[in-house]
């Protein structure tokens, strides 16, 4: 054999690559399908969306934080921060927080122009959002 030839022959490099090509693609197509079906990818819960309207006492004190419209949202899964970091008062607390009802952010003393935010925690993980921030 020449050495010359070996280096100018070419003829099975096209059908290598096409094979190795092939197992890869169908590798790959069999890791996604296999995610899927055994449930591996999860499933990412929602953050709800809605819009909420803000009022202090002109004296201070609680918050009343109204859900304006949007999503329904489980009033376990709410907590207030902001200036003083309130708790929602359980006496004022649906179990579900639809458009038109009010929550109270109690704890601490709130004043006019105080900024509140109004943070939703994941009933399925340990993560949370703050999904409005607003002046009371």
Known sequence: ????????????VSP???????????VILAAVIGAFVLGIGGSQEQT??????YEAPSGGGAVDVTHQGGDSIDASNIQFGGAVS?????????SEWTAGTTLTASSGTWNPGDSVTVIWSSPSSDS??????GTA
Do not use: R, Y
């Open 16 to 26: 290598v690559i096409g094979v190795i090509l092939m197992v890869a693609i169908t």
């Open 128 to 133: 949370s959002n703050i999904i409005a921030e």
């Open 48 to 53: 709800p969306q809605a819009s909420f309207s």
């Open 86 to 94: 309130p708790a929602v008062d359980p006496s004022s607390t649906p």
């Open 1 to 12: 054999m020449q050495l010359k030839n070996l280096f100018a022959d070419e003829d099975a």
